[in-house]
């Protein structure tokens, strides 16, 4: 049974709004939480994270919230660029350095010129 | 340039021929983990390795094998494959610091179809 979840397989916004990607985890343990983004043809690359110990990171155009009492996390984009354009998955584990990652199924984003 | 390369990029085999998927990585990692992709299952471990010859299983070992006998190559083994092992695999390295999930490394992918 996956324990995170992204229940949006796909999202398209318009290039400048605001794309925003959600991600819910059943496993009230995890408390270290990653996003990662996959261009078609290559492998993932790590995007930004937060600890359990925040609810909010923020990198740049992109921020990331995390609500532990609803088990559920956010990535923001602002503003999307035609760049964006990937495959963004979750990730949760157990600390920073707990090498069993759990990811979700991914969301597909597209931005619109 | 630091990466993590696996070979062959693309594989078509058949059931119950063997087939070796070679990762070999350049930044002197301790840590090397296989993953498989599957359209509505994102990424799930198969097997990871902490160091030479130290290896685990992760959350879907079954019909696989790996071994690590050098630090940069971790190869993935299916002695028989199925067709239920026809899937997008990755290869990812680490370092072992407290920081290693935000400095995984992976590779470019090898998509395995087994007929």
């Known amino acids: 049974d996956q324990q995170v979840k992204q229940n949006s397989p796909s999202l398209s916004v318009q290039e400048g709004r605001i794309s925003i990607l959600n991600c819910d985890y059943t496993n009230s343990m995890f408390d270290y939480f990653l996003w990662y983004k996959k261009y078609p043809a290559e492998g993932p690359t790590f995007l930004i994270s937060?600890?359990?110990?925040?609810d909010k990171n923020e990198d740049g155009r992109f921020t990331v919230f995390l609500n532990k009492s609803a088990k559920h996390l956010s990535l923001h984009i602002v503003p999307s660029q035609p760049g964006d354009s990937a495959v963004y998955f979750c990730?949760?584990?157990?600390?920073?350095?707990?090498?069993?990652?759990?990811f979700g199924a991914g969301t597909t984003v597209t931005v619109r010129a | 340039e630091a990466q993590v390369t696996q070979n062959p990029r693309y594989l078509i085999t058949v059931t119950g021929k063997k087939l070796t998927v070679t990762c070999s990585q350049n930044m002197n990692h301790e840590y090397m983990s296989w993953y498989r992709q599957d359209p509505g299952l994102g990424l799930r471990q198969i097997y990871y390795?902490?160091?030479?010859?130290?290896?685990d299983k992760g959350d879907v070992p079954e019909g696989y094998k790996v071994s690590r006998k050098e630090k940069r190559n971790f190869p993935l083994i299916l002695e028989s494959p199925s067709p239920n092992q026809t899937s997008l695999y990755f290869c990812?390295?680490?370092?072992?610091?407290?920081?290693?999930?935000?400095?995984?490394?992976f590779g470019s992918g090898t998509q395995l179809s087994v007929l």
């Open positions: 990730a949760a584990s157990y600390r920073s350095n707990d090498y069993k990652l759990s």
């Open positions: 937060i600890s359990s110990i925040k």
């Open positions: 990812a390295s680490s370092t072992r610091d407290r920081t290693a999930n935000e400095k995984l490394f």
């Open positions: 390795s902490m160091n030479v010859e130290v290896t």
